[in-house]
């Protein structure tokens, strides 16, 4: 399949990346602002948006704003501001890209601890689950809106010591398929990516053996993440689509 779009194909769109200070959501925004996106800088440090910030500027692209957010302690009513934040600055939302997660203790079933597991579903399903009802009504608005989540190969098969982040990745592939049945007859498009083995800070701590110079950066999976975002990808929905495929 070919993902490739237009240079200037998300020119005009606003688009929210979650993560968006490090790793492959950091990357997305990057990538999305050089298709000419003004790309919303969600995280929790807030140095590390700068960055991402000073990056896009310094590239070109649209003034991007940051918004500091830890989506550990957000609640509905931070969300809720949020959208009418958005709603008020830029009238619509096109797109988000669910990225932000947390990998939480990797362990056997019996020992998983109950404070990690709260944490991991708090922020890789309750935040999305809350963030994404907030911003809807805006994405509703917007001509051909985009909802990406981030599942991962342990999303669907299920696999021994992935504990808690893997129930959290099954549940965030079931939202999404739930919502894209409910938006099929919108012009709204949901659908999953699974990034793959990538070189991030998350894949260095669940492989902290593993030469990390073999693995695929965030840069070479951003054809996918690009295709998915931008109007072309209204053909798809309710799919997790693998950003490397075997
Ligand atoms: P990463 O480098 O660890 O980046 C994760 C991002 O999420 C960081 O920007 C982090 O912010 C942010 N984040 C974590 N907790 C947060 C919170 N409470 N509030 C707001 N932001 C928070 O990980 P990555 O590898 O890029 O992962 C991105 C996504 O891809 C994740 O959903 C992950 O599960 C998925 N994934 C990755 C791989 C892989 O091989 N890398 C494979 C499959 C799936 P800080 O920088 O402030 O910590």
Same mark, same amino acid.
């Given at each position: 399949m070919d993902y490739s779009i237009a240079k200037h194909a998300l020119t005009n769109k606003t688009i929210l990346v979650t993560g968006a200070g490090d790793g492959i959501g950091k990357q997305a925004a990057l990538s999305f602002a050089e298709h000419g996106a003004q790309v919303l800088l969600l995280g929790r440090t807030v140095t590390k948006l700068e960055q991402t910030y000073?990056?896009?500027?310094?590239? /070109?692209?649209?003034?991007?704003?940051?918004?500091? $957010?830890?989506?550990? *302690?957000?609640?509905?009513?931070?969300?809720v501001d949020m959208a009418e934040t958005i709603? /008020?600055?830029?009238?619509?939302?096109?797109?988000? $890209?669910?990225?932000? *997660?947390?990998?939480?203790?990797?362990?056997?079933f019996d020992q998983i601890e109950e404070d990690t597991f709260d944490e991991v579903m708090q922020v890789n399903v309750k935040a999305q689950f809350l963030m994404t009802q907030a911003l809807l009504p805006i994405i509703k608005k917007a001509d051909k809106g985009r909802i990406i989540f981030t599942s991962s190969t342990v999303g669907h098969h299920g696999r021994a010591l992935w504990g808690s982040y893997a129930i959290s990745k099954f549940a965030t592939e079931g939202m999404m398929q739930l919502l894209a049945d409910e938006l099929s007859n919108s012009t709204v498009r949901v659908n999953a990516i699974n990034p793959g083995a990538t070189r991030t800070t998350m894949r260095a701590s669940a492989y902290p053996a593993e030469d990390a110079e073999q693995l695929k950066t965030p840069l070479d999976i951003m054809p996918l993440y690009l295709y998915l975002i931008s109007e072309q990808s209204q053909d798809l929905n309710g799919l997790c689509i693998d950003a490397q495929p075997k």
């Open positions: 000073d990056e896009i500027i310094q590239a /070109g692209g649209v003034q991007p704003a940051i918004i500091p $957010l830890d989506m550990m *302690g957000a609640t509905k009513q931070h969300y709603e /008020g600055q830029y009238g619509k939302l096109d797109g988000v $890209l669910h990225n932000a *997660g947390l990998l939480g203790i990797l362990s056997q």
